[in-house]
């Protein structure tokens, strides 16, 4: 059995085993976590999902619990912390993620590692050792369903996502083998999440995140008590891969080889992550990295662009969403997305928020910048080019065409992005997630993310205390 493979990984695996680079990656990754959570816990979705907790404990929330909401005073039961972290985390579109296994992983592993070690009061190392083993398992599976399981319509984040949580949940609760095959087992049949909730322009997304951290925390406590699940649940006759994946039924072909993919158990690099500069999704990244590039030649004179094209990869083409209704809408808005770079020059939370109150998402605006983005997006022409499709998804590529007015000679401007600030290859550096944490919490203390650093010394409890301050 395939996840019998997995077991074994997760129940064996040490926090001695990990590299210093991945020790490092996973730390860094939980800084951008926790600032994205942070700020992400007083959007409106977060609060909207708190109050509906809050609802169904019939206004007991509050109760003297072991795991915390952070961005609040407010701790909890182990469940419900991790699914209100898991939509604060993934609601700004800041988020880590994978290019080839096409998730967001952070936003499941986090909330579900801090929930179980907070209020099992475990070590630093039992934390870190159980994240990498979320991050494995994430892109490990994920590489292997897609890009076949997201042009079925599924997100990842969500389906992949609560094989994660539970991997993670199992590994902090001391599950052996057997057990973990069985919290795994129950993972996949509570696999969910379509793309209709992301492209549709609804909280949805997010939802999917907070619900695979939930269900693999439930799934593992299960397991520990006994509750049994399909230990075929990923590759069984009427399991994941048949159903979700694969059209076919004969998936032990080119297309997918359990023999390489039990190969690469425990193989694949942490390192390949990538952290988000941009509120948006991140097929738009590239996009808005070549916009601001040719921000940078024709500066405040974007009132005379007379038209401009953006030739990207397929996916990105199908964010071509010309009139978003709502912040869920705009976030998956190709033409938005580079109309603001070139007419702002700034994609932040705050500025996007700005725009929106000055009607931004109205059929009309009297502000003349925000009449300036709509004009653009207007003229622009979005087109899928096949030799850009060719480059993905070991690039995603997107070439920005932009031709002025006669006042200008008519002239062309244009610039081509193969891969977006923040992947592997383009990385951020330490402070630049520092300075991504400070902008969007301008508030907070950041002397206390020095806790971090030692992550290793100190016990989780006290951690999260010192975080959320």
């Known amino acids: 059995m395939f996840l019998q493979n997995i077991s074994k990984f997760i129940s064996n695996y040490r926090y001695e085993q990990a590299t210093v680079e991945s020790i490092s ?50 701790k909890t039961d182990m469940l419900s912390a991790a699914f209100l972290n898991g939509v604060a985390a993934h609601i700004l579109e800041l988020d880590d993620g994978h290019r080839g296994a096409q998730i967001h992983l952070g936003a499941i592993i986090f909330p579900t590692a801090l929930a179980i070690s907070e209020s099992h009061d475990l070590s630093g190392k039992e934390f870190l050792e159980a994240v990498i083993v979320g991050y494995e398992v994430g892109i490990l599976l994920g590489k292997i369903v897609n890009p076949d399981h997201r042009n079925r319509g599924f997100h990842t984040t969500g389906t992949i ?4 949580a539970g991997a993670v949940a199992s590994k902090l609760l001391k599950l ?21 909730s992301d492209h549709g322009g609804s909280m949805g997304k997010a939802l999917h995140a907070g619900k695979a951290a939930y269900n693999g925390v439930l799934s593992a406590l299960l397991a520990r008590n006994g509750f049994t699940g399909s230990g075929t649940i990923f590759e069984g006759d009427e399991g994941f891969l048949k159903a979700m994946v694969f059209d076919n039924t004969d998936y032990d072909s080119e297309s997918f080889s ?51 094209a953006v030739k990207t990869y397929k996916i990105a083409a ?30 932040s939370v705050d500025e996007i928020n700005q725009l929106i109150e000055y009607g931004l998402l109205d059929n009309y605006s009297s502000v003349d910048v925000v009449k300036s ?8 022409l979005i087109l899928s080019d096949d030799k850009l499709n060719e480059l993905y998804p070991d690039k995603r590529p997107s070439n920005v065409i932009i031709k002025l007015d006669k006042q200008f000679r008519n002239g062309v401007f244009q610039n081509i992005t193969l891969l977006p600030k923040g992947d592997f290859e383009n990385p951020f550096q ?28 100190y016990s989780m409890k006290y951690v999260i205390d010192k975080l959320n301050e």
């Open 25 to 74: 990656t996973v730390k860094a990754a939980f800084l951008d976590f926790f600032g994205v959570t942070y700020r992400g816990a007083g959007e409106d979705a977060s609060k909207i999902a708190f109050n509906t907790v809050e609802e169904i404990f019939s206004g007991n929330l509050k109760l003297n619990l072991g795991a915390s909401i952070i961005g609040t005073k407010v």
């Open 258 to 308: 359990f023999e390489n993919a039990i190969k690469d158990v425990g193989k694949v690099r942490v390192r390949d992550i990538y952290f988000k500069k941009y509120p948006f999704c991140r097929h738009l990244h590239s996009s808005i990295d070549t916009a601001l590039k040719l921000k940078a030649s024709i500066g405040d004179e974007y009132d005379h662009i007379e038209n401009l």
């Open 430 to 457: 330490l402070r630049e997630l520092i300075d991504k944490f400070k902008g969007l919490n301008p508030q907070y203390n950041v002397k206390n993310l020095t806790v971090i650093d030692s992550l290793e010394e």
């Open 161 to 164: 996502g609560t094989f994660i």
């Open 318 to 347: 199908e964010h071509n969403n010309f009139n978003p209704k709502n912040l869920e809408e705009l976030k998956q808005s190709l033409p938005y997305a580079v109309a603001i770079s070139l007419v702002v020059g700034e994609v």
């Open 176 to 196: 052996d083998e057997n057990q973990t095959l069985n919290a795994l087992g129950l993972c996949g049949t509570q696999a969910a999440g379509l793309l209709e």
């Open 373 to 380: 983005i709509k004009s653009l997006a207007s003229k622009m």
